[in-house]
């Protein structure tokens, strides 16, 4: 029983550290757009990707977890320096939709590997309420950054 919940643990900490770095990619990339209509969906997500962290984190409190993670990992930082990088060597904002694109697919993986699991019934119904809406916003980041190339 204690490598199942492990499991349970390592499988939402993992997802909490993508929401994470989702967080902070989405708020630099507010930083960096010229549209507002971008600015002002990208501020959206950053706050969205806070609230799902902290949904996840209260229910692995709520089954016991203590030290649980507060931060994106280091491969979230390299993507944002990526994003950072290219949008300094003047790629617009198609290079920032194209960076966060890549960042989402990252996303999108830890929630379909985490709805692979078996969670217990009230943090599965949590996780696959966000995976619809993380599913939709990786698509339409990609339809954005698809528009973006044509222009």
Do not use: C
Not at 117 to 139: E, K, W, Y
């Amino acid at each position: 029983m204690a490598n199942a919940t492990e499991k349970v643990f390592d499988v939402i900490n993992n997802l909490i550290e993508a929401n994470r770095d989702a967080q902070q990619g989405y708020r630099d990339a507010a930083g960096k757009v010229s549209d507002p209509t971008l600015r002002t969906y990208f501020n959206e997500r950053s706050l969205e990707r806070g609230q799902y962290a902290a949904e996840l984190k209260n229910e692995l409190q709520r089954l016991g977890k203590g030290d649980i993670a507060t931060s994106g990992t280091a491969m979230g930082a390299i993507r944002r320096a990526w994003m950072d990088l290219k949008a300094n060597l003047g790629g617009g904002d198609h290079a920032i939709l194209s960076s966060l694109e890549a960042a989402e697919d990252s996303v999108k993986q830890a929630y379909q590997e985490a709805m692979r699991d078996t969670l217990p019934g009230n943090l599965s119904a949590i996780v696959r309420t966000q995976a619809q809406n993380i599913f939709s916003a990786h698509d339409y980041i990609r339809s954005l950054r698809d528009r973006k190339a044509v222009a």
